[in-house]
């Protein structure tokens, strides 16, 4: 089955500043891979995604770079402000209803991202 | 709440006790889902489904059970089977084709006292 490793756990950087967060994931046959963000206590919320036609995604600040051929992908936040403190999720899975039934998210383990002022 | 909702919000549950965990949607979805998330950890699939009466087994399905009378209804029992049952358990759906995106519920907290 699908296997989806992400780094760093925590990050910190100074407001206005980048982060990036890595995942790399094991079934090539994975074509959809979400990113949510968590803040404490509160349900994940998807805020952006990309299917594996795509190399590149962009929403204002945020977005999502594929590699098919390393299996990996990543978060690029630009710009950062304290509200973009919280835990990021990545995840990965076969998109859409496949042979084998419905989707299944695989998540990654989470990054916890601190912005300091 | 989006469409989603658990209950409750959080949840006691005694040595040896069973307890359901309730996730109802509106959003006419197909497919519901049962997440348990532990404290530093990504969300791991206990049990899903994607029809009416019928559901698979997920990487962690051991001391849990499900049932999926109502295509709106989802809910997860917590059996005294379950060694270690606290942790935060999210529900989410999916629509069938249409869409890859989850809609999570809020999630339940539950505690073992």
Redesign the interface.
Known sequence: GENVEQHPSTLSVQEGDSAVIKCTYSDSASNYFPWYKQELGKRPQLIIDIRSNVGEKKDQRIAVTLNKTAKHFSLHITETQPEDSAVYFCAASMGGWSGQGAQKLVFGQGTRLTINP | DGGITQSPKYLFRKEGQNVTLSCEQNLNH??M?W?RQDP??????IY???IVNDF?K??IAEGYSVSREKKESFPLTVTSAQKNPTAFY?CAS?A??TS???T????T?LTVV
């Not at chain 2, 999570?104 to 999630?107: A, D, K």
Request: hydrophobic fraction near 25%; charged fraction near 20%; proline fraction near 0%.
């Open positions: 197909d497919a889902y997440y530093g950890q990504g969300l791991r699939l899903y489904s994607q698979q997920g990487d999210l999916l069938a084709r890859y995106g989850y999570f519920g809020s999630g907290r």
